[in-house]
């Protein structure tokens, strides 16, 4: 699957990926935050970057997905391929115990639709599972800082109330249901897998976060959230403010 991609990334997305010297030799949760709707292209890029630096037979890189793209046709079947499995507590410290390293995104949908007017924030919607995933497992953070994904489409609004009228976040655990504009598809409710607009893609990986070194074996969570959002966010405006213009980077 690798190199049918790295023409798309290289090319298409121009991608960027800096730090993955950060990367301590143990398994690790690596954290990123969710862009680019169903499509995900900073997932795929990150892939990529981290088989190409670690290679394919170094360590596993596990990403955890959302149900519904893991059962996706086509999409779900690429994603496995990828090494994506649905996202759980109980897959993830399995995983972690097996010495892979995994990759979670708390935003999830959230982050992933999240509006245009919002597309260089991070938007974690106060999920704090992977911390206490993170403390329990005893593996250290690694922060995946991404810019560029939530430009290959154009998400106009918030879209919660939508999918809490229609019982998305019942029926189909997906929080939003916004109007994005995507091609070919055009104005849609939601999104489909779609053509991405050639948006210019940074990463940043960022130097690992040992949650018990700094907040102890009975952390205050909403402290320890506070601090790795801020750092992520601190990274991902830096990324943001090389951009000059949106979408050409």
Known sequence: MLPRFWLAAQVYFRADVKGLENVPDEPVLFVGNHSGGSNTPDTFVFTLAYHTYFTVEGRPLVALAHEIVVGMPVIGDMARKFGMVKAGQTAAADLLREGANVLVYPGGDVEALRPWRDRNKILFDGRKGFLKLAHEQGVKIVPVVAKGGQETFFVFNDGRRTAKLLRFDKLLRVKTLPISLSFPWGLLPGDLPHIPFPAKIRMQ?????????MFGDEPDWDRAYGYVTSVMQVALSD????NVIPVLG
Do not use: S
């Open 205 to 213: 990986v960022l130097p690992p976060i040992d949650l018990r070194e």
């Open 239 to 242: 990324l943001a403010a090389k």
